[in-house]
């Protein structure tokens, strides 16, 4: 059985500060590995893809791949109050989803 | 717009009704998916087809069942509903086969009483 892990959180960070979401997977044949980003009621919306290791970079958002440790992380700077939403990990494939980790941004 | 579209958007029926969730995506991709997110919002993959072809079929009651017409829709029937078929189900697109991004749509919250 694959599986995603992440903390369900909340995860609680102040306006500016950097958040860091974490997930693993037990598939260590895994190749693509997406974050998306849920707001309450609405549905899944894709913020990174990442396939090799090391880091990929989009605007405030990077995306960190281990697949030795089998471990992908998402850093959010200088978080704002609409980032507040709940971070899904996803490997796939097909694509398993992580339960997610709800963001909390205090302003 | 270029999206994924579903209808309805809500759907509030008794337990036995049968019911239709139908998704459209104009966005040319080759693969389809449903998932169902249920009320502890695990989104957990239902049925996947590529180019008509179903291609992956989960775990689910055969009270469920999917029928793509043509690469761009993907429709979900379910027959003789229960309390447990509550939650929200998302119609999602990938270009190729399998293994990149998904686009999703905007849900159908199915509510049965």
């Known amino acids: 059985q694959k599986e995603v892990e992440q903390n369900s959180g909340p995860l609680s960070v102040p306006e500016g500060a950097i958040a860091s979401l974490n997930c693993t997977y037990s598939?260590?044949?895994?190749?693509?590995f997406f974050w998306y980003r849920q707001y309450s009621g609405k549905s899944p919306e894709l913020i990174m893809s990442?396939?090799?290791?090391g880091d990929k970079e989009d605007g405030r958002f990077t995306a960190q791949l281990n697949k030795a440790s089998q471990y992908v992380s998402l850093l959010i700077r200088d978080s704002q109050p609409s980032d507040s939403a709940t971070y899904l990990c996803?490997?796939?494939?097909?694509?398993?989803f992580g339960k997610g980790t709800r963001l909390s941004v205090i302003a | 717009d270029t999206a994924v579209s579903q209808t309805p958007k809500y759907l509030v029926t008794q337990m036995g009704n049968d019911k239709s969730i139908k998704c459209e995506q104009n966005l040319g991709h080759d693969t389809m998916y449903w998932y169902k997110q249920d009320s502890k919002k695990f989104l957990k993959i239902m049925f996947s087809?590529?180019?008509?072809?179903?291609?992956i079929n989960e775990t689910v009651p055969n009270r469920f069942s999917p029928k793509s017409p043509d690469k761009a829709h993907l429709n979900l029937h379910i027959n003789s509903l229960e309390l447990g078929d509550s939650a929200v189900y998302f119609c999602?697109?990938?270009?190729?086969?399998?293994?990149?991004?998904?686009?999703f749509g905007p849900g159908t919250r199915l509510t049965v009483l």
């Open positions: 996803a490997v796939n494939t097909p694509l398993v």
């Open positions: 598939d260590r044949g895994s190749q693509s």
């Open positions: 087809y590529n180019n008509k072809e179903l291609i």
């Open positions: 990442i396939y090799s290791n």
């Open positions: 999602a697109s990938t270009p190729g086969l399998a293994g990149g991004p998904q686009f």
